[in-house]
């Protein structure tokens, strides 16, 4: 235990009168009335970060040095002490998901560093409001950005732990539809973004060929349109004059959704991370309606259609159909 040892960034410490302290990791509470004194002289020195050795020394004219390792000990089990200073940063979003993670136990511990936020990149695809406001609330929290353009190429992510996320001021289902067969087709991760009004629509998160992808959603929604023909000639980008403008609060909800899922994506934090889930928040009323979306397989980006002509006679074909 030579390391630097500093006070969690997820605990909360309290003195109830003058012989008891009060420690609380996330939930977990207890209370210790035994050898206050020197916890209280740990707790203070490892705020701004000590060496068990250095805490010793200091501390040997009062208390023995097997004293001072053991009640160290004690709060590093506890998880009281940690030995990186991420209170410094002023942000504890990755320490709660790291514990969310730790909760979870579905990742095995050799793969760990893989999920670790130096091997993480988000590609940002999409201009507007929404995407600078996304890409700033992001790097506020450290999470490697890169951005592209709204049809733009993707980049090589390498062994990177890297997810896709398209963004747009207004239901750009042309852009999404496009940068979804080019992430599926490359096997990367994906999640859409749009603000309809006032309107947040989030989802689906895609991970190819295992979940729904937005291709899947989009004529899953179609289907469900009573004026088909209306909606394919309202839906395509060159016979939309102007697009609404979006709702500011709008995108602050959006902003929290869509970032809330990356972070979980990309720390491996697994529980309600809503794979093949749409989401809609109202935004002037808070309510939030999710509704899960079918991997539909026949699907043109994801599943086994094909537009190459059928071979075979008729009956094979009808044959090959019925199997299907
Ligand atoms: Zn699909």
């Known amino acids: 235990m030579n390391d630097t040892l500093y006070v969690s960034p997820l605990a909360e410490i309290t003195t109830l009168g003058d012989d008891k302290i009060a420690m609380s990791v996330v939930g977990r509470r207890f209370t210790v009335e035994d050898k206050v004194g020197m916890l209280k002289t740990i707790l203070d020195q490892a705020g701004q970060g000590v060496r068990l050795a250095a805490l010793t020394e200091s501390m040997a004219d009062s208390f023995p040095p097997e004293a001072v390792e053991a009640a160290v000990t004690a709060l590093v089990n506890t998880r009281v002490l940690v030995r990186n200073d991420a209170r410094a940063g002023g942000d504890a979003t990755h320490q709660h998901l790291q514990h969310r993670r730790e909760l979870d136990a579905l990742i095995p511990r050799d793969q760990l560093a893989a999920y670790d936020r130096a091997n993480w990149l988000l590609v940002l695809a999409g201009e507007g409001a929404c995407a600078d406001a996304l890409a700033e609330a992001l790097a506020q929290m450290n999470v490697p950005l890169q951005r592209i ?6 980049p090589d992510t390498g062994d990177k732990r890297a997810l896709l996320l398209v963004c747009s001021d207004f239901e750009d ?42 291709e899947c959603y989009f004529h899953r929604v179609r289907s469900t349109r009573k004026f088909v023909a209306e909606f394919d000639v309202r839906s395509k980008p060159e016979n939309i004059l102007y697009h609404a403008l979006p709702s500011r609060l709008a995108i602050q909800f959006g902003v929290a959704e869509a970032s809330r899922l990356v972070l979980q994506y990309l720390s491996g934090t697994l529980d309600n991370l809503q794979h093949s889930v749409f989401s809609e928040i109202d935004s002037l009323t808070g309510e939030t309606h999710r509704s899960r979306v079918l991997r539909l397989p026949r699907c043109a980006c994801c599943g086994n259609a094909s537009t190459a002509r059928p071979v075979g006679t008729v009956f094979q074909q009808s044959l090959l159909r019925r199997r299907a």
């Open 149 to 154: 353009g709204r049809d733009g190429e993707l």
């Open 173 to 214: 289902f042309a852009t999404f539809r496009a940068m979804n067969a080019k992430a599926v087709e490359r096997g990367l991760a994906s999640l859409y973004l749009g603000i309809d009004w006032s309107t947040v629509q989030c989802g689906p998160m895609v991970m190819p060929k295992a979940t729904a992808c937005y």
